[in-house]
């Protein structure tokens, strides 16, 4: 009587995922884990939190295909929002890509500080994505917004998401460099402006250095120039009460609030991130 032939069991995408997860540490990706299943879970045009629920199923050529072109871009430090084509920011969804800044955690302390009071009209400096401007409207249906960035494709990302989640009527955006040919006046002018030194350049994961806009990261020199401009402007351009909010280098509190003490602005607050870090600067004009 013959043997029975042994069955070789099926590749799962249990075995692909670790293969993966090993394959990014190796190539020194943090967060190796994490990244391997947010690409997986995009490779097979699932939902994240469905993940686990098919990782005993056979794999499949076509979507196996797919995974391995988002390993082979993740492996030259693309970051995982460039291959996935959307990062998420307070609870949203937004489109990125190569021309616009990452949203990051962080800025949602800007974002939070900016609804803690009625808005009529906002004006967001470096719009980029649109998604600082786009969240505070979401949160404040009844106001209206201006954003303004010096790049053309920035502001096509940006009008791409302001259709995503229905704010067109709410809001418009124009390119300018900050305030410069802006018009009228505003209760709220928010900005996250490019705050890197350019000695601090090098040192920056290659995530960031490598793939995101230079012109967004850094405005060269000590990281401070943008906040002189726009603090010196700002002013004339808010309303009796009206706020200006800005994102900052954890370095960079004392420098910026003199900067708005020098432009007139009053009751000066420093807001913290998650970890505890100098993040945002708030200032008001009283008269």
């Not at 018009?183 to 490019?194: E, K, Q, T």
Request: charged letters at 25%; hydrophobic letters at 45%.
């Amino acid at each position: 009587m013959n043997k029975p032939a042994t069955k070789t069991p099926p590749r799962t995408w249990q075995l692909i995922l670790s293969s993966a997860t090993k394959y990014l540490a190796e190539a020194g990706i943090e967060n190796a884990q994490l990244d391997a299943r947010w690409l997986l879970a995009d490779a097979l045009e699932i939902q994240r939190d469905r993940l686990t629920l098919i990782l005993t199923e056979a794999i499949q050529p076509a979507y196996l295909a797919k995974f391995d072109s988002h390993l082979q871009r993740r492996c030259q430090h693309e970051p995982v929002s460039h291959i996935l084509g959307t990062r998420q920011f307070f609870g949203r969804e937004f489109k990125v890509t190569r021309d616009v800044l990452d949203p990051r955690p962080e800025t949602e302390v800007l974002v939070q500080a900016a609804i803690e009071q009625p808005i009529d009209r906002i004006l967001d400096l470096g719009t980029g994505s649109g998604c600082i401007l786009l969240s505070i409207l979401a949160e404040m249906p009844k106001a209206y917004g201006l954003g303004t960035d010096i790049s053309e494709a920035a502001l096509t990302v940006a009008r791409h998401n302001r259709k995503q989640h229905n704010l067109v009527q709410n809001c418009t955006f124009a390119q300018a460099n900050w305030l410069a040919g802006v018009a009228g006046s505003f209760d709220l002018i928010v900005a996250n402006p490019p705050y890197i030194s350019e000695d601090e350049m090098a040192d920056l994961a290659p995530e960031i250095r490598d793939w995101e806009p230079k012109i967004a990261l850094t405005p060269g020199g000590n990281g401070l120039g943008a906040y002189k401009e726009i603090a010196a402007k700002a002013y004339e351009r808010l309303t009796v009460d009206g706020r200006l909010i800005v994102e900052i280098g954890p370095s960079q509190a004392l420098a910026v609030v003199a900067m708005f003490q020098e432009a007139g602005l009053a009751e000066i607050e420093i807001r913290h991130d998650m970890d505890g870090r100098d993040r945002v600067v708030i200032g008001r004009r009283l008269a």
